[in-house]
């Protein structure tokens, strides 16, 4: 494990899965319930749409990203719920970029979340524009509800570049034009830090502007959200080897199937889990200053290791 | 022509087509320099999705939105050099909807701005994609270049509301799942009103906001902009039944032959032509106050009457 001592690794992992599981219970309640506020959309908007809205991102799912930007807040001193509106914003993204991946044009697929994709129960038309919408919306959410006005700009900024076309819709491009069925191991992380680690990493980032983090906070916590990035990255890849449909709510083997590059299929299983704990370890090390304000991140950490889902 | 005095009305026409022309011809040339260097994406943005992008928004218009967001500055007594990066933002987000818009799930179009539409020339799945990114774009490009910065929250807040599910994305559900089948003049104004005029006084409110308008300057505005969006959409059916496809860069009788409710339609083409005449001498009144610095908003008034493409 490199310079993380085993011991600590496992002390962490264990003090930190009932943490998390009640961590995550409470702030999957307060998440869903803001995000059904921001999207019990009114006058002007059909009610199909809503309904194709909230489908997509009211959908069971973990609420990691959203969780990340309220333990980053608390990492730094603030309060998670001046974070709220910037971890609703960051979980509409996402949502969004499923819908969109998930369409017949892009990766054609028929389960999300455990149920129908959106354009399954919704058709391909008002999936699209529920993925729209939900990207709008997030702007919409920051640029209103994050006070002072500044630092609501500062979050637009980096939520407009991580979802943008040199991150997330960049790393979604190369992907559909298979710029993952040749080259090596930097040309997977290059595509997987676009299209996964940008928003991990900005789901941090807002955590830490909300809370008015330090220049020195930001530079650890960055650290810890680009290390936690690829490594949630390499469990996603492994879990797609060795996990199921059923516990995973989505089709699994698909990336081996296709012939993707993915982090087992080129370093091995073996390889593939010492470079996530290595990476892991870093991004511990790194948080290592907020004691035990950074208590979630730890617990975040340690679960990227040992998730089944 | 109501409230208005025709001999006015005439004068306004003919001054304002040649001041306009010179107007616009300058201004398109500043704004597709400002949108080349914004879409002039570098590492981390694809080849091809930087091309789609660029594609799709430096393609030929008549850029009358982001026109209108120099135009409400200068009217404000505000620099169009400031509002040039909302301008480049309103494009953006008006580029974007037509890319979706087009795609064989939605309207199903091959033709736009006189050349094949995205998806057309790049494929489904790079036009959702380049559409997503321009999206995103324009919320990066109004939080990072409009200064200061509590402003640029301001002008996100707008651009979001305008672009989100209760008006441009719910005025198209409403459209593609049928809205302009039936129904009468408020059915087709509601719809209208959120698909083409939300964007139209978005433009107008985002160059008053540069220029810190005044609470009295942005009522006049907003009046301005909502009754010129709504002329806008009674000349564009009156162009889908009598313009050209050479003209109008793209399919043309389209809404009539797949019996959509339009102005000409319910109201005949004589009372569609007095109600927009109507509206603009109305938008003409309110910014009277404004005296010559307005010059270009009067002048877009008369061209939304007089246009022929």
Redesign the interface.
């Known amino acids: 494990m490199g310079a993380w001592p085993l011991w600590r690794r496992e002390v962490m992992v264990r003090t930190s899965a009932s943490f998390l599981a009640e961590y995550a219970e409470r702030a999957r309640r307060r998440i869903d319930a803001a995000l059904a506020t921001y999207t019990a959309?009114?006058?002007?908007?059909?009610t199909?749409?809503?309904e194709a809205?909230q489908y997509a991102v009211l959908a069971p799912g973990k609420r990691l990203r959203p969780m990340l930007v309220l333990m980053a807040a608390e990492a730094c001193g603030g309060s998670s719920e001046d974070a709220l509106p910037a971890a609703c914003a960051v979980e509409m993204v996402h949502a969004?970029s499923l819908v969109?991946d998930d369409?017949p044009?892009?990766d054609n697929d028929d389960l999300r979340r455990g149920q129908p994709t959106c354009h399954k129960r919704f058709?391909?038309?008002?999936a699209?524009?529920a993925?729209?919408?939900l990207?709008?919306?997030a702007?919409?959410v920051?640029?209103?509800h994050?006070r002072?006005?500044?630092r609501?700009?500062?979050c637009?900024?980096v939520?407009?570049?991580a979802?943008?076309?040199?991150?997330?819709?960049?790393g979604?491009?190369?992907d559909?034009?298979g710029?993952l069925t040749q080259g090596g191991i930097e040309q997977l992380e290059s595509i997987h830090r676009?299209k996964t680690g940008a928003m991990i990493l900005a789901s941090i980032r807002l955590g830490a502007l909300v809370a008015e983090a330090s220049a020195q906070q930001m530079e650890m916590l960055q650290k810890y959200g680009e290390r936690v990035g690829l490594a949630f990255q390499i469990s996603d890849d492994l879990l797609d080897v060795q996990g199921t449909q059923a516990a995973m709510g989505k089709r699994v083997r698909k990336d081996a199937d296709q012939g993707k590059l993915t982090y087992p299929g080129l370093l091995g299983v073996e390889q593939s889990i010492e470079r996530a704990r290595r990476l892991i370890g870093e991004a511990c090390e790194a948080i290592e200053p907020f004691g035990s304000r950074a208590e979630g991140l730890l617990a975040v950490a340690g679960y990227v290791l040992e998730r089944n889902c």
Do not use: N, W
Request: aromatic share 4%; net charge negative; with cysteine.
């Open positions: 959309l009114g006058e002007g908007c059909p199909l749409l809503r809205i969004y969109h369409l044009a892009m058709g391909e038309a008002m699209i524009l993925g729209d919408a990207l709008a919306l702007f919409e920051v640029s209103k994050i002072p006005r500044e609501a700009a500062a637009c900024a939520l407009a570049e979802a943008g076309p040199c991150h997330l819709v960049g979604q491009a190369d559909i034009t710029g676009r």
